[in-house]
């Protein structure tokens, strides 16, 4: 069993940056990790993945401003939120999983964290 935990949502202004955190525990293993994100009356879409073996993924929508990377030997993943926008605004979900391909389809992914809220004001 894995727990996800997030942190660093907040409100911040359009233009301006956010850091998310997910720390990982239980069982160690090789997991994909990815965040989600999920807008008032959306579906839970894809936003960034970084598989334990390397390569980073990220939904067009956020190439060139968001960057996910892992510290903590793997057990924490943190996605830096820079030139943000108000359609980014959504509880962004931390997820982990042994998928090793689809990384942008949610049902791969095992676990899930409880998710944080991420408002950008205009």
């Known amino acids: 069993q894995v727990q996800l935990v997030e942190s660093g949502g907040g409100l911040v202004q359009a233009g301006g940056s956010l850091r998310l955190s997910c720390a990982a525990s239980g069982t160690y293993r090789r997991y994909t990790m990815g965040w989600f994100r999920q807008a008032p009356g959306k579906e839970r879409e894809f936003v960034a993945a970084?598989?334990?073996?390397?390569?980073?993924y990220y939904a067009d929508s956020v190439k060139g401003r968001f960057t996910i990377s892992r510290v903590n030997a793997g057990n924490t993943v943190s996605l830096q939120m820079n030139s943000l926008k108000p359609e980014d605004t959504a509880v962004y979900y931390c997820?982990?999983?042994?998928?090793?391909?689809?990384?942008?389809?949610?049902?791969?992914?095992?676990?899930w964290g409880q998710g944080t809220q991420v408002t950008v004001s205009s």
């Open positions: 997820s982990a999983g042994t998928l090793s391909a689809a990384y942008e389809q949610r049902g791969q992914y095992n676990y």
């Open positions: 970084i598989p334990w073996t390397g390569g980073f």
